[in-house]
């Protein structure tokens, strides 16, 4: 083995430290020009004394190789000997090699900085803000959400952690977004599974984090390592909420084990169907839905209202000007349409739907009723119903299985598609009775075939069996038919369909369908919401859930006499007396006419209001 020589362990110093990049180029720069600005001061005192000292000795010397080593043409004023001379030229030549490798050097260590930038991999300093976690197209929708959630709030942070390129990040979120308005969106390159990338987000100092699947075969796997990552780490208390979603229910239980009590979990899949079945009953649920999840109209505020301890929910329902109780908040549960004669206590939240938190205020004066403009409901008895389900996806046994509790004995299913007779796996059904056709449902003469004038409440699921771009597309195609052959019957049926993208939503207006159900945007909006109040998870929940109070579109005239003008207060007051509480209304003439359809939640409580009997009043109630 050769002997390792001192030549060679400078030599290894010098490479280590020319390795660590700009700041070590620029001291050996630093370095070599000292060296040079000293000898040549130095060999200017020895070789040309005179001439030093006419320039004020070595020191004036050293200030004046400075001046030349730092810019050339300082020289042309040089007089003296052809020694001192000489030596102010070579300062210069030695100057503009020095200060010519220090401008490659900066400039080097200029772009490798700025492409490091580019790369999202610094950490970020902020703390009350909003992480993201994963990326899809679900990021647009919770962005656009948490702009119009904070535009009257002061500036405040998105983080974004992706395994995605920062810029292409960024480019994507200006053509989708756009304005962000007082939000600022910070993007990073990183892959949440890893706990070194997830401090380039500061989660510790967080308020929420939200937790998004990418667009892959099991994303539901990816949430749950997410969770786990997210979970085993230490936290700073307090520690950030956590939400995320899972599409297929059999694996929330393991998604909320991985997250730990700090993280909520919901079921992407339950929402879909529940939504689904619930407009099946009363068109245009799901818009109402929308409409509360979404931070554009109307939302759920939790706050205290001492004023109003002691007097009871019911007398509450018309204390604000601009607000609607919905229920109450006691001892960390919320109670959606309470008993009227439920007496608020102290400590108790008033969950109020209003159009933001700052315009909530009690009202100095109550609206008044109009007693004579109050209607009488009339019974309206249930029967057996014909429903036709067009298409089939993996939701479809959950949602009959759902249908299965809420219609009445003797009703009737007909799945139609392409795809295999699904009766053999829905046995154990007791009120429905469930027939098969198989056939392409995007056929003209296969749906007149069908007689679908003779049902009452059509469904046409996303076909998983095509592509969701294609699957849109065909859903399309059958709504087109549907509307054609409904003009032709006199709006013999409803329709709710089920659609994987919003932008075909809007495209799908035109066939007129009753609702339309866009999982990942519900999906995406309710993880907004809970983002900004985790405890809003009961509310929606509870709303969707058959055991409690839900929310129904009930007939105009069983509240408010057709014709007669009165005011939202009389119909306020009409469904306190039959123990619900009523959010706003839905009016015919308007029912297929965007962006609202004709929702109006929350409305002027004084205002004057007449409805005619094919309108809808909206009520929170059991039944």
Known sequence: MASIKWRDRIRYWFDNTMSKGTPALVGWLGLASAVLIVSVATLAVVIAPGDAADNGHWPGVVWRSLLRTLDPGTMGDDTGSAPYLGLML????????????????????????????????????????????????????????????????????????????????????????????????????????????????SPSTARSIVVLAPPMPDPDTYVIKVLLSLNTRSWDEPRPHVVAAVQDSANLPAARLAGGPAAQVIDADDIAIRLIVQSHRQSGLSQVCTDLLDFKGHE???????????????????????????GLRREGESMLNPPMDTVIAPGDEMIVLAEDDLLIKLAADRPPVVEEAIGTARPHPSAPSRTLMLGWNHRAPKIIRLLDEFVEAGSELTVAGLCADPRPQLTGLRNLRIGFVHGDDTSRAFLDSLDVGSYQHVVVLSDEAFDPRLADARTLVTLLHLRDMEEGLGDPYSIVSEINDDADREVAQVT????????????????????????????FFDLLDPAGSEIYLKPA???????????????????????????????????????????????????????????????????
Request: net charge negative.
């Open 300 to 326: 759920f505020y939790m706050r205290p209202e001492p004023s109003l301890v002691g007097a009871t929910y019911g007398e509450a329902l018309l204390a604000y000007e601009l607000g609607i109780p919905v």
């Open 557 to 623: 005239e069983d509240y408010l006499a057709p014709g007669v003008e009165a005011n939202f207060a009389t119909v306020i007051e009409a469904a306190r007396r039959r123990g619900q509480t009523a959010i706003g209304y839905r009016l015919w003439n308007a029912f297929h006419e965007p962006p609202t359809y004709g929702i109006v939640l929350n409305p002027d409580k004084a205002a004057p209001l007449t409805l005619s009997p094919d309108d809808r009043v909206i009520v929170i109630a059991e039944d």
């Open 90 to 201: 070579a300062a210069t030549f030695g100057g503009l090699l020095i200060v010519s490798a220090f401008i490659g050097v900066l400039t080097t260590g200029l772009e490798a900085k700025l492409t490091e930038l580019r790369k999202g991999r610094s950490r970020i300093v902020e703390s009350g803000h909003t992480v993201i976690l994963g990326w899809s197209d679900q990021v647009f929708t919770v962005l656009s959400e948490l702009a119009e959630a904070n535009q009257g709030r002061r500036r405040t942070t998105v983080a974004i952690l992706a395994d995605c390129d920062k810029v292409e990040m960024e480019d994507a979120i200006r053509a989708r977004v756009g304005d962000t308005g007082r939000i600022r969106v910070v993007c990073r390159h990183g892959n949440p599974l890893k706990v070194a990338d997830l401090e380039l987000v």
């Open 512 to 539: 007129k369908a009753d609702d339309f159900v866009v999982s990942d945007k519900l999906i995406s909006l309710m993880l907004t919401q809970l983002s900004e109040n985790r405890h809003l998870h009961e509310v």
